[in-house]
């Protein structure tokens, strides 16, 4: 994988989205400095675990996190996230290119 990816218009519209709330900048901020496991992520960011969980899983399904589960010492499952890399330049010609593979929510609901 290339250091600048070029994300088709569905993965775009999920990045900008998923970038697109303050709190979940301020996860990816946060997790740019290390990786974390949700109780401490979410006391160290100032919100509760399971609004921090759905925010989280926007960020997993864009692609900007990563979650994996593991086990402490004492044996209890504890779940880690950490950024994934990634790299995005946004230009006009970007957006344009996302935008011509775009998919018609309309076709999408035909094929499921």
């Not at 950024?83 to 230009?91: D, E, G, I, N, R």
Request: proline content about 4%.
């Amino acid at each position: 994988m290339s250091a600048i990816e070029t994300p088709t218009g569905d993965e775009l519209l999920k990045i900008l989205a998923a970038l697109g709330n303050p709190h979940r900048m301020r996860i990816v901020a946060a997790l740019a400095e290390g990786r974390n496991y949700v109780s401490g992520l979410a006391r160290e960011i100032g919100m509760s675990r399971p609004l921090l969980y759905m925010h989280l899983q926007r960020l997993e399904a864009a692609g900007l996190v990563a979650g994996s589960l593991e086990l402490s010492d004492s044996g209890k499952a504890m779940k880690f996230f950490e950024v994934t890399p990634f790299a995005y330049v946004l230009t006009p010609q970007a957006v344009a290119e996302a935008a011509r593979s775009l998919t018609d929510q309309d076709e999408k609901e035909e094929v499921t």
